[in-house]
């Protein structure tokens, strides 16, 4: 037995020899910030599990995720998907738990959350529960990897679902492209095999029935040796570890095999090869694609990163602001793409304007010179001692994540890394080693080049199989292999300077000050701050939020394409400035939303009054040519006709969002405006919009009250000096008082239909919210396990609780690839009857743990100084100046009873949709009625004859 303790103490790892000899090792790294409070431990269990375990005393929510290696070679009889179909098939019983859903429902009524997926090699579960329900969660966890039933009955009911799944991404362009893009590598590859699964790929076949395949595949695979599993708990690390002994040692040891000798990612002689990939969205991306070496055995000095971030800079004179400034780039990235044990990609991918399109040859010439610049030039110490100082820094003040999130991330990373190294393997950068890092450029060539177009409108000559997806594969014309060999130079291509954002100052600010939350302070009248002076969470970090608000911004469908393009305009200019600052830990968000623009700058607090004189700069002054007015319309236009070819059930919300808020308009009539204006519009437009206004900001964190005033008065002199303020009410919504029981239709360009039904609460009170709130709690898994599980209506099958501005809701999903919109519906209406009956059964121990689930959800602690300035913002958004609406939402739900729900039930059934909106959309593969009874036939006249909820403070 190994059992390690890896605890915040940075300067050792103490390993356990035997049950209670502890023995300091000397040689281990760094394994935990010193913002981090959990403790870490780590064993070994006697078939060859390992364990990662994580205490934290503090936590509310336990989690645990177990990752397991399925390796690389193929599935049983050659069926592809069976790795994925068997991931859906262990949530359907156990030898202990047989109910198909109980898992769910059991994680789901205990405040938690759960799911699985499946990659090329690995496979993942994980859930997150109510810390004090950990024990119980685990009994059901570990029955999938030492006895599921894999219910042969079941196997048809979840091939549906599957094939349901593999249908909804047809017309997704990111699983398009890459199904295209495979088809350049090595057939023999894994990479290369539709990993998804389909009714036919799964099918029962002669002499080979897909259960034998299904129980042959968990033999081969699911054993102890393969598995990594992380646990997150409250209890101390000897609880944890033998609450993991007890359920996990009996998961197989199973017999270990020779794996298949590795397969190049590319054959022999196939690059350069040239591919054109015709995507659905009106995307146009260009990507170059070298297969190089495995960066895993390479982590502690990541030669690979350095390189990446040298050729992804956005700064002055990098490869992006060059190509941009030539009117041929929306955006670039640059780094690893595939990594495998032995073979990998390092990729630089253009987001391409469609002008960009017509200069391929030279905007290689542009990448191939910055190779070369940063081979010859830019391998130096000065610049990994940079990369490396930040990435101390970020490890050192990170902020906690989610323990669903942790527990994943250990779970797959010792799959990858020694134990030591599990949390600080990311950050670590121990020397540069100059001959990596030449490796990896020699091999950034044109003949080792697999160069990837995804652009609309060009000669393609083959179809995938599976996705349709039309695409072309040649070599790499040799005129561009010649002119990229040796590319001309490019004199404003430059390399990166020292990062002038990099913090000194991390000390934490001592304040009197120190509130139960934020307090206001006027600056002046329509302008407030509020502040905060937080350290919770012992990080020299702070929020800055600032809200802008116009009636200029939102009043008609002109004013919002204005006001988008305008915040566009200023996020341009600001990109090559504020970069560094981004890869310094300051991060800026500038958007636009219903009533102006916010701005939020977080992260480190030392250089933020430095990153907010350049975003204030760029706002007051915003540079307005025809040239980059012309190129961001173009991209807002691409923006608003690709919401239009987005996911079914997302555009279908959309649509339905529409019905219910004012001023909202559909992507279709914001092109038509945004094709009409002009440069001289939007080159008054700023002032116009500052003309009048209304302003909050929000300073949360370490910084001082001095401090927070002296930001608010320079956000206040730059911006809002000229204007006046007024009143900006927030957008209201429609009241359906009686007046629903309407119906939407709408066609989709997917395959698939989508049905949705939306009920509004009777009234906008606290009661009413924490009763549907409750409603979604409990029903939640029963719609799922009933429309998706036994019906196999679909894939994306949900219901939820959906307050739109504080006004309560609930909404029911489907997404379906072979039933109509109305089928749909009748489902729904058979299921709530049905449930409603169940429901007056239910026992109060389980309406109660129904309950408390969702109250750990509502009161769970803030993890990160970021979350909880989001809270606080959302209070000042909605007026809840006590910033009480968790408190007074958790008592309005502990004072639901089980009468209170049926009353809601029966309300739902009897009363013909009083309070209903449907959208019904139908995709390729369904027929459209020309009408239905209450048609609404388009939002504004529909809007027109109804009242509305009016704004309120909370």
Same mark, same amino acid.
């Given at each position: ?34 913002? %981090? ?22 936590? %509310? ?72 329900? =950990? ?109 993991? $002994? ?128 940063? $081979? ?155 502040? %905060? ?73 030392? $250089? ?10 760029? =706002? ?11 190129? =961001? ?53 700023? %002032? ?217 039930? $029966? ?48």
């Amino acid at each position: 037995m190994r059992f390690s303790r890896i605890g915040p103490c940075l300067s050792c790892l103490w390993v356990l020899f035997g049950l209670l000899t502890w023995v300091p090792t000397a040689t281990a790294s760094i394994l935990s910030s010193e913002s %981090d409070h959990r403790t870490y431990g780590a064993l070994v269990l006697g078939n060859g599990l390992r364990v990662v375990l994580v205490s934290d005393s503090t936590t %509310d929510k336990a989690a645990a995720s177990l990752d397991l290696d399925v390796g690389s070679g193929s599935d049983p009889n050659d069926r592809e998907g069976l790795a994925h179909l068997l991931e859906h098939m262990l949530f359907l019983g156990t030898d202990r738990y047989p109910t198909a859903g109980e898992y769910q429902e059991f994680i789901r009524s205990r405040g938690g959350n759960h799911n699985a997926y499946t990659s090329v090699d690995h496979t993942n579960y994980y859930f997150d529960i109510e810390a004090s329900h =950990l024990a119980g969660a685990l009994d059901r966890f570990a029955r999938f990897f030492v006895a599921p039933t894999l219910d042969s009955q079941l196997i048809a009911s979840e091939r549906s679902v599957v094939h349901a799944e593999y249908s909804s991404k047809q017309e997704a362009d990111g699983r398009r492209i890459w199904v295209a893009r495979r088809q350049a590598l090595d057939s023999a590859h894994p990479q290369a095999g539709f990993a998804v699964g389909s009714e036919e790929t799964l099918a029962d076949r002669p002499g080979d029935r897909v259960a034998d395949d299904l129980q042959a595949f968990y033999l081969q695979h699911y054993h102890a040796g393969r598995m990594v599993l992380a646990v997150l708990g409250k209890e101390p690390l000897k609880d944890l570890e033998e609450m993991v $002994r007890a359920r996990f040692d009996e998961v197989p040891v199973g017999t270990s095999r020779a794996l298949p000798d590795p397969v190049a990612l590319y054959a022999t002689d196939t690059v350069p090869v040239w591919q054109i990939v015709e995507p659905k969205k009106e995307l146009r991306q260009l990507s170059f694609i070298f297969p190089v070496p495995s960066i895993r055995k390479l982590y502690a000095t990541k030669p690979l990163s350095y390189v990446a971030n040298l050729l992804g800079h956005e700064g002055p004179g990098s490869l992006f602001t060059v190509l941009k400034a030539k009117g041929w780039a929306e955006n670039l990235s640059a780094g690893s793409g595939m990594v495998r044990d032995v073979e990998g990609t390092f990729e630089i991918s253009i987001g391409l304007t469609p002008t960009g399109l017509d200069h391929i040859e030279s905007i290689g010439e542009m990448v191939f010179d910055a190779i070369r610049r940063v $081979r010859d030039h830019g391998i130096d110490a000065w610049r990994y001692a940079e990369q490396k100082q930040l990435a101390k820094m970020q490890f050192r003040f990170q902020e906690a994540v989610e323990p669903i999130t942790l527990t994943r991330a250990l779970a797959a990373r010792w799959h990858e890394y020694p134990l030591e190294d599990l949390l600080y393997a990311n950050y670590r950068y121990d020397e540069l080693v100059k001959t990596q890092v030449i490796d990896y450029l020699s091999r950034m060539t044109p003949e080792n080049l697999h160069l990837l177009l995804v652009a609309p409108g060009q000669e393609t000559d083959q179809v995938d199989r599976w996705y349709g997806v039309r695409y072309r594969l040649t070599k790499l014309p040799e005129a561009w292999t010649a002119a990229w060999r040796v590319p001309p130079h490019v004199t404003a291509l430059s390399l990166p300077v020292m990062n002038p954002f990099v913090p000194n100052d991390f000390s934490l600010r001592e304040s009197p000050d120190t509130t139960p939350h934020p307090v206001r302070i006027v600056i002046e009248p329509g302008f407030d701050l509020w502040f %905060d002076h937080d350290l919770g969470f012992g990080l020299p970090h702070s929020s800055l939020y600032f809200s802008v608000r116009s009636p200029q911004a939102r009043g008609n469908a002109r004013q919002s394409v204005l006001t988008e393009l305008y915040i566009a305009l200023v996020n341009d200019t600001l990109s090559e400035l504020t970069y560094p600052a981004f890869l310094a830990g300051g991060d800026f968000k500038l958007y636009a939303h219903r009533r102006g623009f916010s701005l939020r700058i977080e992260g480190f607090n030392d $250089r933020q009054a430095q990153l907010l004189e350049a975003i204030l700069q760029g =706002l007051a002054e915003p540079v307005i040519e025809p040239a980059r007015f012309e190129r =961001l319309r173009e991209d807002l236009l691409i923006r608003l006709r690709n919401r239009q070819r987005g996911d079914p059930s997302h555009r279908a919300m959309g649509v339905l969002h529409r019905l219910l808020l004012e001023r909202s308009w559909p992507p279709a009539e914001l092109v038509t405006v945004a094709k009409a204006i002009t440069i001289e519009e939007m080159k008054v437009f700023p %002032d116009r919009f500052f003309s009048e206004t209304n302003a909050v900001m929000l300073a949360h964190g370490n910084i001082s009250r001095p401090e927070a005033r002296a930001v608010a008065r320079q956000f206040s002199s730059r911006l809002l000096a000229a204007g006046k303020r007024v009143d900006v009410p927030r957008n209201r919504v429609v009241r359906l008082d009686g007046n629903g029981g309407l119906t939407r239709l709408m066609s989709l360009d997917h395959r698939d239909a989508v049905a949705v039904r939306y009920r509004q609460g009777a009234d906008r009170s606290v009661a009413e919210r924490a009763r549907l709130l409750m409603l979604g709690q409990v029903i939640g898994s029963a719609f799922y396990d009933r429309l998706r599980t036994q019906q196999k209506l679909g894939y994306v099958v949900f219901s939820t609780a959906m307050p739109l501005m504080e006004v309560p809701g609930m909404v029911f999903v489907v997404q379906s690839p072979n039933h109509e919109p109305a089928a749909i519906q009748m489902a729904i209406d058979e299921f709530l009857a049905d449930f409603m009956e169940e429901f007056e059964g239910i026992s109060p121990g389980e309406f109660e743990q129904h309950r408390q689930g969702l109250l750990s959800q509502l009161l769970r602690s803030d993890q990160q100084l970021t979350e909880r300035s989001d809270y606080y913002w959302r209070e000042l958004d909605r007026e809840a100046y006590r910033f009480d609406t968790r408190s007074r939402l958790a008592g309005a739900i502990r004072a639901v009873t089980p009468a209170d729900l049926a009353k809601v039930l $029966r309300a739902m059934r009897e009363d013909e949709g009083a309070r209903e909106i449907r959208v019904n959309a139908y995709g390729s593969g369904h027929s459209r009625p020309t009408t239905v009874a209450r048609e609404i036939k388009d939002a504004v006249s529909f809007r027109q004859d109804l009242s509305w909820y009016e704004v309120n403070s909370q």
